[in-house]
C-alpha cells in the first residue's frame, strides 16, 4: 500500500465517484474478477489503484481505463449531449473481494 503515500488523501476520496452496477459490469466482475467504477475524467491509473486500496484496504493488482463518449439527446427541438463518463477497470489479488451488499461490519 506504498502507492498511497504519493497522493494527498483529499484527492483520493475524490477520484472515485461510484461503481458501476449493472449487467455488464456484473458479469465483467464475475468472469475477469474485476470491479468497474466510474471515476473522475482526469484520473489516473496509479491514482485509482492508491484510492481503492484506501477506501476499500484491499490489495490492487491492476487497473485498465475506458473513457465513455456521452450520447446525443434530443428534447423536442433541442439537441444536446449526455456528459462523458470514464470508467475503471479494477482487478484484485486473489483473495481479496470487496462487497457493496451495504452490510457495514
Known sequence: MSAILNYSEERLMKVLLAPVI?????????????IVFRVLPDATKPEIKAAV????????????????????????KFNGRRNHTKRAFVCLKPGQEINFSGEAA
Do not use: I, P
Open 53 to 76: 486500496e484506501l477506501l476499500f484496504k484491499v490489495e490492487v493488482l491492476s487497473v485498465q481505463t475506458a473513457n465513455r463518449q456521452g450520447k446525443q439527446k434530443r428534447t423536442g
Open 22 to 34: 449493472s449487467e455488464k459490469a456484473t458479469m465483467v466482475a464475475e468472469k475477469n474478477e474485476q
